[in-house]
């Protein structure tokens, strides 16, 4: 059987009016005309607002509007409980009306609102008894109901807007087949697909199936953990056949609670892909560095035995050398590891003293907060270190066998951005001072006295050799380096 829907709606005691997406009035019913006062012809092919003015910012422009633009921006059925919208009456007056209005879309072929069909009821009379209205509250619930849903539109509103805008990629996937129920800007760039709304993820997004991301979201589901991807390696296919894209994202899969059970899974996270291959090539260049440092290093280790090879009496100055290359390699190994930002002041006393002392060095304490040092910091104290282990060695508490050296640091009580660090040798052969400074102690004092807010001071003492060194290590330097 084919029904005349128009027929039936022209014969309908219920007015009804059709208007297209931007408001221009296209059709109407005979009860329309007669609760609105209007002829066919005063209003069709004119916009809503033209047949039926109102000011702009009023309640009653504002309010229509609104549920208008909301229908087709949303392609879903908009109502509004209550309205004041005072008509022109056939003598020129204004006559107060107050409406109740249902707007329905009504979609084309393709999906989008072609037309607003728009079905509204005189309520009027009913708002004017009063006292039915003092009794029942019937339109001040309204009032307030509709007022509620006002403000949790504008509020859902608001957040899809910036769901939408977020710079890091976002979607939410509902069901156990992972189905997409919203996706940002940022995801459809990342993915390289536009409709995903809808469609189940191994559909949309075949590649990641091999990939093992289905069975991590189901794992989510099932256990209701979160999961979190740290600079994981990801390909997406943006054409079939064409070579894959690869990123490093960050990223969680989130589970989404209801009724106890999980009903979505909520993904968010950002591409960090530059981030991890400028980290790539900075090691890169990092190993490039210390492989030509240490060709370096081995040229002048080189030169030095060849120039000291015929000088008589040249042997441990020679040795000398070469061991303060080594230690010198040490520090820049140090730093290599550390990607030449800030290394640990612990594993620079350790590195430092242990292959100078050898199988002496379990009789050197090492005792200190956690501080981390400069790259410029590092090779001076390196350097320091070296010198008083050798000289601890030759004449100090390492060359007999009961000797020990303390070594500890800690911030100066007046300024805590100062470091203080004591060498103390206890137990060894008793000091005799000299009376003139070495190229070991000169090394010492010089060295750091390079390096800003440093110093070092040697202090001859019969019961052993005291260094004290002080560092200008900023508390805040510190701190960056151990978030780092």
């Given at each position: ?12 005691p ?37 047949a039926?003015?109102s ?17 087709v ?8 409980a ?5 008509i022109?009456?056939?003598?020129g007056?204004m ?10 879309p009504?979609?084309d ?5 072609d037309?607003i ?31 509620r ?5 504008a ?10 805008q ?21 995801y ?17 997004l ?61 993904v ?12 790539r ?33 040249a ?19 140090l730093l290599?590891?550390?990607?030449w930002?800030m ?11 242990a ?17 981390s ?12 270190l ?11 508490a ?8 303390r ?14 660090l ?13 009376g003139?400074k ?21 202090d ?12 200008y ?12």
């Amino acid at each position: 059987m084919n029904l005349d829907f128009e027929s039936l709606f022209s014969l309908s005691p219920n007015p009804y009016v059709v208007m297209d997406r931007n408001e221009t009035i296209v059709w109407m019913n005979d009860a329309y005309l007669r609760a609105t006062m209007r002829t066919r012809e005063s209003i069709i092919g004119r916009r809503m607002f033209d047949a039926f003015p109102s000011d702009p910012g009023s309640d009653s422009f504002e309010l229509l509007s609104a549920s208008l633009k909301r229908v087709v921006e949303t392609a879903e059925i908009d109502e509004i409980a209550l309205i004041r919208y005072d008509i022109a009456s056939p003598d020129g007056s204004m006559e107060q009306r107050y409406w109740s209005a249902t707007h329905t879309p009504l979609l084309d072929s393709a999906g989008e609102v072609d037309a607003i069909l728009q079905h509204t009821v005189d309520v009027t009379e009913l708002h004017r008894l009063r006292s039915l209205r003092d009794e029942s509250g019937l339109f001040r619930r309204a009032d307030a109901v509709q007022h509620r849903n006002l403000d949790l539109q504008a509020q859902r509103a608001r957040l899809t807007r910036m769901f939408e805008q977020a710079p890091g990629f976002m979607a939410v996937l509902v069901g156990p087949d992972h189905e997409f129920a919203m996706v940002n800007e940022a995801y459809t760039q990342l993915v390289g697909r536009e409709q995903l709304i809808g469609r189940k993820l191994a559909e949309a997004l075949p590649e990641i199936v091999s990939q093992g991301f289905i069975e991590i979201l189901d794992e989510v589901r099932r256990s209701g953990q979160p999961y979190n991807g740290r600079s994981q390696e990801v390909y997406f296919e943006i054409e079939p056949g064409a070579p894959r894209d690869r990123h490093f994202l960050d990223f969680i899969y989130q589970p989404i609670f209801e009724n106890g059970d999980v009903s979505a899974i909520f993904v968010q996270g950002q591409d960090m892909t530059e981030v991890v291959e400028a980290a790539r090539h900075q090691d890169l260049l990092i190993n490039e560095l210390n492989h030509r440092v240490k060709n370096t290093l081995a040229i002048v280790q080189s030169l030095a035995s060849q120039s000291f090879r015929n000088v008589e009496m040249a042997g441990s100055a020679r040795q000398s050398f070469e061991e303060r290359l080594r230690a010198l390699a040490g520090a820049h190994n140090l730093l290599t590891d550390a990607s030449w930002r800030m290394t640990s002041l612990a594993e620079v006393v350790r590195e430092a003293t242990a292959p100078a002392a050898g199988a002496d060095a379990c009789r050197i304490e090492a005792s200190g907060p956690d501080i981390s040092l400069s790259p410029r910091l590092t090779v001076a104290l390196t350097m320091a270190l070296h010198e008083l282990t050798t000289n601890a060695m030759k004449y100090g508490a390492l060359s007999n066998e009961t000797g020990c050296i303390r070594i500890a640091w800690f911030r100066e009580a007046e300024d805590s951005d100062y470091l203080a660090l004591d060498w103390q040798e206890l137990g060894g052969p008793p000091v005799k001072p000299s009376g003139r400074k070495g190229f070991g102690s000169r090394l010492i004092e010089r060295g750091l006295a390079a390096e800003y807010g440093s110093k070092a001071e040697l202090d001859f003492r019969e019961e052993g050799l005291h260094c004290r060194i002080g560092l200008y290590v900023p508390e805040c330097v510190a701190a960056l380096a151990g978030q780092a």
